[in-house]
């Protein structure tokens, strides 16, 4: 956001700053509450149930054996909307998720003045007029263009129209209070001419955006062959716990339906759960990710396994004169911690460790974001081993960017020489895998090309 962005953003009161907003549900009411919300979709029989957790709040639990790859649950979205991120192409219509014909904002807004961008085909439908109505009553400062801060609210807005089981349903999943998600709203509210100030109203969306940040998913779908980018609150799935190793795993069946799998065999009344972070970062990105997202510190048996099961995924090479060494964080659960060379054993302070890390980091990147595929394989040959570990997470990251890319597009242009090193790539991330005893995650299942 630019300074005069800042600047014109104004300054919403809150009423109840605090740490986590009030649960109004009990773990019972909320069981009931999640069938509602499941209807058809929920099985007989579940194969889990939902009880108080001892890893935090409520979670799910195993009802019975379950096999792994076994399909858990399915469920439709609470609420879901368009991410309105910047890298995105806006012109999507923000209920059928189709690249809207044209080549300017003002061919995909609605013509009624709402400011949001609607395709032919859904301009007419009942749940646009409701929401064109709200949004032309609060009266949108830009008319010619879309505008990512007005769009990203509408996912929030839309619980106006949920019933009344689904807002209580809402009010049910935990939320996270962080004075920082206000900005959300702060930042639509400079969009509109008469946005709502009334406190109750402001509160009821701060919850909201609370609820999203705590628990939404944001969900990568290919609608029509136009990527398409939605957050989206799936209550029941949002109930898992986080391991850093889980026992399930998610995938997106459309825009708005996620499908739950057990990744091993789940004993009845073991706690299932996934993961929140990326499985192959290392414990101190993940710590980072989690603390900063998710506003907790994982305690996970992984977590506390400098060597991460034997993958090494922190790893960083001794600079020590003559040492080529692996250095690894000694302690587990801070996010300063000391580094150690298994080598020679010397000990360096995180602020160093750090510094070579972003290093690795920044230079993977650079190249991930500006090279060819056949660029990238020389790099990560014969380049990267020269300041960063082949185990190191940065390294596995920049491997997966090449097998996603190969893939994906035009297989037929690389030579067998390329193949045959994106199938070592591969064959290196599927070891990682399964030393951290991922099962039958999704990473394994996407390249190995389970799910196309
Ligand atoms: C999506 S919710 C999970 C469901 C939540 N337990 C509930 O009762 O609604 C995410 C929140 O659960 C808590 N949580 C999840 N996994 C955790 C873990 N491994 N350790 C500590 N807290 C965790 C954190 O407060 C996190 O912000």
Known sequence: MSQTEQEQTPKLQL????????????????????????????????????????????????????????????????????TAHRSTNLRTCTLCYRLIPGTTDPEALCPAGCGLPVCL?????????????LFRKWRPLEQ?????????????????FLDEPQRKLLYAMQANADRYYMKEVERAAACFEHFPREQDMLDFFYRTVCAFNTNAFESRSNVDGHEVLVRALYPLAGLLNHQCTPNAAHH????????????????KGAEITMSYAKLLWSTLARKMFLGMTKHFMCQCVRCQDPTENGTYLSALFCREQGCRGLVIPVQTRTLQPDWRCLTCENVFPHAKMARYQDFALNTINNRINSCS????????????????????????????????RMTRFDRDQYT?????HMDRYREEVLAILHKLGAGECTLKKLITEEIP
Not at 123 to 129: G, M
């Open 15 to 82: 009423q109840q700053p605090m740490q986590q907003m009030t649960i109004s549900a009990s773990t019972q009411e909320l069981a009931e509450l999640l069938d509602i919300h499941l209807g058809a979709l929920r099985p007989k029989e579940p194969a889990w149930r939902v009880a108080d957790s001892p890893i935090s709040g409520r979670g799910i639990f195993a009802s019975r054996d379950i096999e792994a790859g076994e399909e858990l649950f399915r469920e439709h979205t609470l609420l879901v909307g368009p």
């Open 121 to 133: 085909a859904c301009r007419d439908s009942p749940r646009h007029e409701l929401e064109c109505k």
């Open 144 to 160: 010619n263009r879309i505008e990512p801060r007005a769009l990203r609210i509408l996912s929030v807005v839309r619980c106006f």
């Open 252 to 267: 997106f069946k459309d825009g708005e339906t996620i499908v739950v799998c057990a990744t091993e065999r789940i004993s």
């Open 373 to 404: 595929v056949q660029d990238m394989i020389h790099f990560i040959n014969e380049l990267c081993p020269r300041f960063c570990p082949p185990s190191n997470y940065v390294l596995i990251e920049a491997k997966l960017n090449v097998i996603w």
């Open 416 to 420: 067998p020489e390329e193949m045959a």
